[in-house]
């Protein structure tokens, strides 16, 4: 099984930034795009039912934007 995400998630630190805030800022980003989401939805099989509530969400999710 292949795994391709479109993006890639990365920061860069500043001179005068600490690690905390860049870990936060990384964490951000990873909710923010997906990924976790995604791993989860891989790494265990969705029965029919729960893939149909998925979707329905996605489709209500998107219609809110």
Same mark, same amino acid.
């Given at each position: 099984?292949?795994?391709?995400?479109?993006?890639?998630?990365? !920061?860069? !630190?500043? @001179?005068?930034?600490?690690?905390? $805030?860049?870990?936060? +800022?990384? #964490?951000?980003?990873? $909710?923010? $795009?997906?990924?976790?989401?995604?791993?989860?939805?891989?790494? =265990? =099989? @969705?029965?029919?039912? @729960?893939?149909?509530?998925?979707?329905?969400?996605?489709?209500? #999710?998107? +219609? +809110?934007?």
């Amino acid at each position: 099984m292949t795994f391709i995400w479109k993006i890639l998630t990365q !920061v860069t !630190v500043g @001179e005068n930034e600490g690690i905390e $805030s860049a870990l936060r +800022r990384f #964490k951000r980003q990873v $909710s923010k $795009s997906g990924i976790f989401a995604d791993l989860k939805r891989l790494r =265990h =099989h @969705e029965t029919p039912i @729960e893939k149909y509530k998925r979707k329905l969400q996605q489709r209500r #999710k998107a +219609r +809110r934007r």
